[in-house]
């Protein structure tokens, strides 16, 4: 009989938890932080990883199959995460240059 043995990336419970965190401080802590910076923090640092690595493999990535997102999106995910948590900002430039400094 074979054996099915379930294994689950850690990365996927670390993201799970900040976004309940984030949602917590937001909804029930009222963060008065604006929605804008929370997108500017997690596009942008998910749009330098991509540029980063396509440029260090000198080919554009895929976003799906075995050398997708999975390879290459969740921590930084978990970056932007801890940024969007840790991060209180009033200028949204402010936020984007975290998210360079943070990836790069």
Known sequence: MQQITLRLDP????????????????????WSSDYQ???????????FNYLFESIKQKSLLQLTGN??????????????A?????LK??????SLLAAFLTVA
Do not use: M
Request: overall charge positive.
């Open 11 to 30: 990365r996927y419970f670390q993201i799970i938890f900040q976004a309940i965190f984030l949602g917590y401080g937001i909804f029930f802590l009222n």
């Open 37 to 47: 910076h929370y997108a500017v923090t997690i596009g942008g640092c998910l749009f």
């Open 67 to 80: 050398s997708g997102f999975k390879t290459w999106g969740f921590s930084v995910l978990i970056s932007a």
């Open 82 to 86: 801890s940024l969007c948590l840790l």
């Open 89 to 94: 900002t009033n200028y949204w430039t402010v």
